[in-house]
């Protein structure tokens, strides 16, 4: 018997499969990282409202994946959670303990969902690791989506112990790529700015940057991290969480980013700074030492290499670009 024969097949469930990461993982999958024993099923917010536990079950009975990667989440920039923390916590948490609980309910194998190194505590010391994600509030701009993240740890440690279910979950660094959202006022800081340097090259005005740019990010391009959600799929057993990211060496300032960005656009207008906006966090710099136990070898595309194809990707999609 061939090994492909003997092996059991997969029906791997991506929530938010339309999204800025679940599109980078259909890509991967296409582009040659799927086995033949893997079935791969990407959903979106038309297929079901996650936020309703009836839809959610309804749907994990019509598909009856064996593996699920959790993606789905209601996400915006700095200046959307500022203004909607409550919204943040109550959709995420339906969204969450839907997906996990119908997981369950149904026999799948093994879920990875996906944080965000925003849960991290606001007052810590740095670099922030995997053992630290409880150890205080987190910053005050976005403890709704913070909170509401956290809690898929708290859930999981509980599916394990209670029930022995495989659930986990990764936490990403700041993740970038095609099919990002590239509003500007509620997106992510680098999709907003490749927007704002499109506009701006466009109608020949100066490039304003909110905040001081000082504040300073680990950026993961999206297409890396789908490879790296397929391998912790496939291969982490634990349920501890794990950092998704580049190391701490690769951390950039904000005008780094917005420098990255006008060199890639071919941008010759001014670079401004608007101080009177809210920087947000300073730094929020993560070790990806488990990482690097697990994967020592593993190949980060260079920053610059990954916005020059990010923004060549807005490029010829401006007109149906999210934004």
């Known amino acids: 018997m061939t090994e492909a024969v003997g092996l059991m097949p997969k029906r791997i469930l ?99 969902s996906c944080l965000s190194t925003c849960i991290f505590p606001d007052k810590t010391t740095y670099p922030i690791d995997e053992s630290m994600i409880h150890n205080g509030p987190p910053h005050t701009s976005n403890f709704g989506y913070s909170y509401a993240k956290r809690m898929i740890d708290i859930q999981n440690r509980g599916y394990f112990e209670q029930h022995g279910c495989r659930f986990t979950a990764v936490i990403p660094t700041n993740v970038f790529g095609p099919h990002d959202n590239f509003n500007i006022e509620d997106g992510h800081v680098l999709p907003g700015l490749i927007h704002k340097v499109y506009l701006a090259k466009q109608t020949g005005s100066p490039l304003t940057v909110w905040g001081t740019g000082k504040p300073r990010r680990q950026f993961i391009y999206s297409l890396d991290l789908a490879r790296l959600f397929i391998w912790v799929l496939r291969e982490y057993d634990e349920v501890e969480p794990i950092i ?10 904000i005008r780094e980013a917005a420098e990255a960005i006008v060199e890639a656009m071919d941008f010759r207008g001014e670079l401004l700074f608007d101080t009177t906006k809210a920087d947000g966090q300073f730094k929020k710099t993560a070790s990806n030492a488990k990482l690097r136990r697990y994967l020592p070898g593993f190949q980060f595309t260079p920053f610059k290499q990954a916005v020059k194809e990010t923004c060549a990707w807005f490029s010829a999609n401006y007109v149906n670009a999210r934004k």
């Open 14 to 112: 991506v929530t938010g499969g339309t999204g800025l990461v679940g599109r980078a993982i259909e890509k991967v999958v296409a582009d040659g990282e799927g086995r033949p024993d893997e079935e791969w099923i990407f959903v979106s917010s038309r297929d079901a409202d996650l936020t309703n536990a009836a839809e959610t079950k309804a749907l994990f009975e019509q598909h009856k994946p064996t593996h699920v990667i959790h993606l789905a989440a209601m996400v915006g920039g700095l200046f959307k959670n500022i203004r909607y923390n409550l919204d943040f916590w109550r959709r995420n948490v339906h969204i969450n303990d839907n997906v996990l609980h119908s997981a369950y309910e149904t026999g799948v194998q093994k879920v990875v």
């Open 244 to 253: 998704l990211s580049v190391g701490e060496e690769d951390e950039v300032s």
